[in-house]
């Protein structure tokens, strides 16, 4: 023993214990201790450059506590420690992984999203326990071979990396259910995929994928793949074979063509927008049968079948920024809750009756098969009867189409003869806009009973009356969150759902310090900002009803707080 101290000059375990000083320092020993009982331990955005020691030897090394106190109770005995199942390091500053991460071999889950880790380390392989591996949003460039050893592995998200390629063996993870690939630089998929025929879910999105291998068909239980944002120009024919398919994402390629899906009977939503497909023809639709969803906006088609009817299941259609000049009048037999069609060069239906929204299309549609001697194809309407331009009111407005439309007059004043020309007729649109008005004209009130949709932009109001409020059958038509609303730092509760909001500025909404509810269902919100997650004092967000892909319903429904975690999940580091 004298030996010993001669030698070294200080206590031997001096640097063992100025260790346990460094990790209590950057993880508290309650949070440790409780890791200890529960088998869990988060220390996700403690801005850690590297793991500390304490945590790889946690189920190795004597707690801190037995030391200090030698009486325990029943439930503080250290011996009886859970080992360590669940780890999150996410959001930190951590640039590699220790070979101790093998320490831990009772892991189920390890999450270390939001780093920037440049690869892995090969002590990997030995997590055989693993269940679900969460590298997303690092900078790693290849993965290790022993990643392959993972045979219990389910749920493995490498999204937002620099992978360039998929190492072999790949296929061993039998056991892998969600896959999730997206935003890397991969020009290819392994044929090999065929073998991970448990995965239900692959997104490889946003890679550099030119083709798909035909051996893909051979994924037996996918139900949801997504293609999108590739440089894909054709579809191999065996993917209309994948019987269990039915969330299919394609948008943002270079295809020309539709394939069809002759075998993916229970196909639920097909997006290809944004691609050049210049032709839908009925072998493109006959085999659609469970279809909610057709995403077809800005491609080249030129028109749209009349065996678009055959989609009875369809409730979402966009073909907006096509090149379609007419729809087919059978259009109106389908029961769609939104249709999208700006950026057509349409002549066959009024750009009013467009800008009143889905219903009010498929109801003019519908009215037109039942007119005498028009078939059912392709809808002709007359030439507009408007008035000569000195006329004060447009008399075909108010009977054919329930406006009464006194827009772009540059008044102050609505006349009363443009309110008397309504007589016994039914209005159900008032456009009053681009004019000088300061206040709501108070006729209004006269079509309160029948009146749902009121045009009031580009004047000068600088407040809401009362005669507006009494409008019963009224609902607005928003496109935007109104800018005003980002401007009232004590606005509580925003409820903006049934409108045509497509987009909302998450650093604007999170400067509204005292929203605590904000309700935008049924909306055209084709995407959710994952900054919105930043806007933690919100109580309750209501999204159902939009045409956006993620969140999935699934999280939806776990409530406000679950929504705003995913959404901070995925923004970009």
């Known amino acids: 023993m004298s030996r010993l101290k001669g030698v070294a000059g200080r206590d031997p375990r001096a640097g063992f214990r100025n260790e346990r000083r460094d990790c209590a320092a950057s993880v ?89 880790l440049t690869s892995l380390p090969s002590a990997i392989r030995e997590l055989e326990n693993l269940q679900k591996l969460n590298v997303s949003h690092n900078k790693l460039k290849i993965l290790p071979e022993e990643i392959t050893n993972l045979r219990n592995l389910k749920g493995l998200y490498l999204q937002h990396n620099e992978l360039t390629c998929i190492p072999e063996g790949f296929e061993q993870l039998f056991n892998l259910e969600d896959l999730d690939l997206s935003n890397n630089r991969l020009s290819s998929i392994p044929a090999s995929f065929s073998s991970l025929s448990s995965v239900v879910r692959l997104n490889i999105s946003s890679n550099q994928l030119k083709s798909l291998p035909a051996e893909i068909s051979g994924m037996k239980r996918l139900k949801h793949l997504d293609c999108n944002s590739n440089l894909l120009e054709t579809i191999p024919p065996e993917l209309a074979s994948m019987e269990s398919l039915e969330l299919l994402y394609l948008r943002r390629n270079k295809l020309r063509f539709l394939p069809e899906f002759p075998s993916c009977k229970l196909l639920k939503e097909l997006h290809v927008g944004e691609n050049q497909i210049e032709m839908l023809g009925a072998e493109h639709l006959k085999h659609l049968n469970s279809i909610l969803v057709l995403d077809l906006r800005d491609n080249k088609l030129k028109s749209v079948p009349d065996e678009i009817t055959l989609l009875q299941s369809l409730e979402r259609l966009d073909l907006s920024n096509n090149d379609i000049s007419s729809l087919p009048c059978s259009l109106g037999k389908l029961h769609l809750k939104f249709l999208a069609l700006e950026g057509n060069p349409l002549r066959t239906i009024r750009r009013e009756i467009i800008n009143k929204g889905t219903q009010e299309v498929l109801k003019y549609l519908r ?40 827009s772009d007059k540059q008044t102050a004043l609505i006349p009363d003869e443009v309110f008397d020309a309504v007589k016994s007729n039914v209005i159900t649109s008032v456009n009053f806009s681009k004019n000088q008005l300061c206040e709501i004209p108070k006729r209004i009130v006269e079509m309160k009973e029948m009146v749902s949709d009121v045009n009031l932009s580009f004047n000068k109001l600088s407040f809401i009356s009362l005669e507006l409020c009494m409008l019963q059958k009224y609902f607005n038509r928003f496109k935007i969150l109104p800018e005003v609303l980002y401007r009232i730092p004590t606005l509580e509760t925003i409820l903006i759902s049934n409108n045509q909001v497509g987009s909302v500025d998450p650093q604007k909404m999170k400067t509204m310090e005292n929203l605590i509810t904000l309700d935008l269902q049924n909306n055209d919100l084709l995407q959710i900002p994952p900054e919105l997650g930043n806007c933690v004092n919100l109580r309750t967000l209501l999204l159902d009803g939009n045409p956006f892909r993620v969140p999935r319903a699934a ?15 995925r923004i970009p580091s």
């Not at 007119?371 to 002709?380: I, M, T, W, Y």
Request: with cysteine; hydrophobic share 40%.
């Open 28 to 116: 508290p020993q309650g949070l440790l201790k409780a890791a200890r009982k529960s088998g869990q331990l988060n220390l996700s955005g403690r801005n850690l450059s590297e793991v500390p020691q304490c945590v790889w030897r946690i189920n190795v090394d004597i707690p801190e506590e037995a030391n200090q106190n030698l009486s325990f109770s029943a439930t503080e005995r250290w011996w009886e420690q859970t080992d360590l199942t669940k780890l999150i390091i996410s959001n930190n500053k951590l640039q590699s992984l220790s070979d101790d991460l093998r320490l831990l071999p009772a892991l189920t889950v390890l999450d270390i999203h939001d780093n920037q």
């Open 555 to 569: 999280i939806l429904m776990k409530g406000t707080a679950a929504i705003l975690e995913y959404l901070r999940d």
């Open 367 to 406: 009215s037109k098969i039942k007119d005498d001697g028009l078939s059912q194809s392709d809808c002709v309407t007359e030439t507009a009867m408007t008035l000569p331009s000195e006329s004060r009111v447009n008399i075909h407005a108010i009977i054919t189409l329930k406006t009464l439309d006194y």
